[in-house]
């Protein structure tokens, strides 16, 4: 099929929506003006700083199976982290940030994450303005940004983080003033296909692959985790954003290997095809971009943007 006709076919499945898709040019829905502007941002950001304290804390507890309402520990030695350094930034800035028991540094990870949130968070109040909108995708970046660390560093992506996404991702659907929520939750119907085939599939291709490397292939890339955030993924990006965000995930996991690759065997000099990386944070990356640009990015391809 030409690529125009698809952008037609995409426009046709639009034309049937009830409600009609309103795509507001992202400057009309802002609401600052005036001196309150700074003071929403101050305390935007301040909130995304502590989202961004709440992620490394869950991603830190969540794969040993602590519990969330307990003091932050160190993932290395289990000992109690003071009050200054649960925050990773101030643990630096305070000359905390060696664990007492294991001398194990504050992870950059930490760091990271604590500076990257307030940005998103501020992005996300300039883009929508104070809004139940605003609330629910600053939540969905949240568990996309905590997945994104858990699939990296523990291959993880947990029921306990992403059962309650879904039940709240399925109760934003009524909210979310991108999408309708039959838009929504068709997204979520189709995303938990399209991953659930995938699930289904990986298993023999990782062994046929593992086969032509001849070597034993000890891990499957994709776990049924990459199912429950293809759910997600589908809910908050709908119907045919969830499209667009498997393709970016698809192309950038892709990408991302063959670079992998050419870095292994250029630094390494060492040649290991089809060894296998998380998909989790490609979902994650698609599903952000879909999520906040999905409105433009499927006009644009009406408009024939290809
Ligand atoms: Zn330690």
Redesign the pocket.
Known sequence: MPLSSLGDSVGEMLKDEPHGIVYAPPFDVKIWSGPSMSVQVLCYALVGWLAGVFINHAADALPQRSDLGAAPT?P????LRPSAAWSAVIGHLTGRRI?L????PLPIRSVVVELLMPLVFVGLLWRYGLSIHLGLLSLYSVVLILVTITDLEHHLIQHVVMVPAIVIAIGGAFFNQDLTPRRALLGGAVGLVCLYAMFLLAQPVSMLMGRLARRQVTEVPFGFGDVTLGVFIGLITGLPGVFFALLIALLSAGLAAALILVVRAVIQHRYTPFSAIPYGPFLALGGFIMMVYGPEIIQWYIAGGF
């Open positions: 160190c290395r030695c289990g000992v664990c028991g294991c001398g194990a």
